[in-house]
């Protein structure tokens, strides 16, 4: 019995360490955790076009901020999105802004948010936006301070718990 339990540790073991180095090498790609994003070198995007007709800022407005980028056909952002919104709100000292990627026309992101009835800013990206924050995969999470430093970053599924913790 001891050994089948220290044999199925081992494979659990094995399992997260596969898990994560495969997670260290997709995130290689995305910013670095310690890009400023008004710096200099970095385009601002303090513009950027809504789904309400407005624009948005995707600069931290004194406030910890989530900016999560989805498209409206990816299953994993279908599952994934809720969280983020449960995470929102229960929490007044955080701010999240969605920011639609590859999606063919606004109705499209539309239905999407209004079948998961979000209620934060939803941005509307475009290849520029992609670019700059080097996203290769849906949905990328970035973690913004107050001082606008990128200071986590995920890609993939995330449990509010995750998200909770990456915005601390």
Known sequence: MLVK????????????IVFQGISYVREMSMLSTDVELSSPKKKSFTQVPTLMGETVSLNS????TVLYFFAPWCQICHLSIGNLQ????????L???????????DEEVLA???Q???TFPIALGNEAIKHAFSISAFP?????DEKNTVVGKSMGYSSE???YLRSL
């Open 5 to 16: 339990f220290r044999s199925l540790g081992i494979q659990v073991l094995l399992f997260f």
């Open 61 to 64: 407005q004194g406030k910890t």
């Open 86 to 93: 449960n995470l929102y709100e229960k929490n007044e000292q």
């Open 95 to 105: 701010d999240v802004i969605a920011i639609a990627m590859d999606y063919m026309n």
């Open 112 to 114: 999407f948010t209004t």
């Open 116 to 118: 998961h009835e979000l």
């Open 140 to 144: 990328s999470y970035y973690v913004i």
């Open 161 to 163: 718990l995750g998200l």
